[in-house]
Structure formats: structure tokens, C-alpha cells
């Protein structure tokens, strides 16, 4: 079984619409991660929830909202997509905040 | 500011020959670091982890780092590369607050040759 899984892996879309990326963990973390990798590979921290509760939230859009139904699940949902929006976007969970990281395999989102 | 930087963003190496990736880091952040490794189309894996203890830290694969606080490193070495170490490779480290904020490094692609 896979530890941390989001769906879909790919998502092409285009400007304007609104899309949901979702991510579910089965390893009984506690908090649990957006991150987003830009073309350059680079990994920047989006949002961070620790047992449903929003901790850590970066300077984002508002375009973007995170809901954390439970511990084991937190979704990403982008409103009005824009062409910079275009990156791989992974999920990421942790026992506890500041400990080892385990990330799902990434959506990759293209914006057209 | 944070910040952690790999000093170099792409490392091309003979298979068998011996590696270094570097990573520094600031002062500002914590000394809990990592390294992470992201293979083709996947997520990232952690190799190995310093929180404290011995400076020489083991990790899987044959890797292995050291944690240098005089210079601020946390180098990372393998002995002898395979084909299969082909990947790209982060250093990251928490932010001295201890906020869960994980702050990686731009990355360094490892490229194994034959």
C-alpha cells in the first residue's frame, strides 16, 4: 500500500478553471504538507496541518485553499488557474511537525 | 534569511567514481538537516538525517554526510556512484523557529555515466 498518495498524478486544465488536487496518507501522521517544485526543481513549503488544523501558511494566492477533512487527508483546491500555477505540486506527511518527511509522488499540473 | 544552498546544480560523474554534493547552510536556520533524493517522476525519499550526535552520518544506498557546524556544511559523499544514483538531490533543514517549516535547498542532478 502506498504510504502517501495524491490524485491525479497529471492534470492538464485550462486558465480560469478550478481544479482539486487530493492526497491521503495511511501512515497515521499527524501533519501533513503542500509543497510546490517549480521548473527549476525548486521546492518551496505551501501549507502545513497538524490533526486538521491549518499551522503553516505561506505567502500563497488566496486562490489556493487547502481542507483537511480528517488527519488522514488533505486536499488542495485552486481556484481560477493562471499559467504560473503550472508546477509539480506533492503532499507530503510527518509524524510530528519537524521530523522526517514522507512525500506522495506529485501531480503535475499544466496550465494552458 | 533561511536558507540552505547546494552550491552546485548539476554534478556529472563517471559510474564508480566518487562523489560530493555540497550543501551549506545559515546560521538562521536549525541544525536538524537532511538529504533528500527525488528520482525520475517520483517523490522524494529521505537518504539520511543529522539531528545531533555524531558529526558522521550514515544513510541508505551507501551514502553518507558529515555535519561540519565551523563551516556550515552538511556534505554529502558516496564512495563509488552507480547508474542507478542518477537522480536529484536536495539538502534541507527546519527554520530555527521550529515551525515544521522544512526549507529545501535549489537541488544538485546527479549524473551518473557509464
Known amino acids: 500500500d502506498t504510504a502517501v498518495s495524491q490524485t491525479p498524478k497529471y492534470l492538464v486544465t485550462q486558465m480560469g478553471n478550478d481544479k482539486s488536487i487530493k492526497c491521503e496518507q495511511n501512515l497515521g501522521h499527524d501533519t501533513m504538507y503542500w509543497y510546490k517544485q517549480d521548473s527549476k526543481k525548486f521546492l518551496k513549503i505551501m501549507f502545513s496541518?497538524?490533526?486538521?488544523?491549518?499551522?503553516i501558511n505561506e505567502t500563497v494566492p488566496n486562490r489556493f485553499s487547502p481542507k483537511s477533512p480528517d488527519k488522514a487527508h488533505l486536499n488542495l483546491h485552486i481556484n481560477s488557474l493562471e499559467l504560473g500555477d503550472s508546477a509539480v505540486y506533492f503532499c507530503a506527511s510527518s509524524k510530528r511537525e519537524a521530523s522526517k518527511l514522507f512525500f506522495g509522488s506529485g501531480t503535475q499540473l499544466s496550465v494552458l | 534569511a533561511q536558507s540552505v544552498t547546494q552550491l552546485d546544480s548539476q554534478v556529472p560523474v563517471f559510474e564508480e567514481a566518487p562523489v560530493e554534493l555540497r550543501c551549506n547552510y545559515s546560521s538562521s536556520v536549525s541544525v536538524y538537516l537532511f538529504w533528500y533524493v527525488q528520482y525520475p517522476n517520483q517523490g522524494l525519499q529521505l537518504l539520511l538525517k543529522?539531528?545531533?550526535?555524531?558529526?558522521l552520518v550514515k544513510g541508505i544506498n551507501g551514502f553518507e554526510a558529515e555535519f561540519n557546524k565551523s563551516q556550515t556544511s552538511f556534505h554529502l559523499r558516496k564512495p563509488s556512484v552507480h547508474i542507478s544514483d542518477t537522480a536529484e538531490y536536495f539538502c534541507?533543514?527546519?527554520?530555527?523557529?521550529?515551525?515544521?517549516?522544512?526549507?529545501f535547498g535549489q537541488g544538485t542532478t546527479l549524473q551518473v555515466k557509464p
Open positions: 496541518y497538524n490533526n486538521k488544523e491549518l499551522i
Open positions: 543529522y539531528l545531533s550526535g555524531s558529526t
Open positions: 534541507a533543514a527546519y527554520g530555527s523557529s521550529n515551525t515544521g517549516k522544512l526549507i
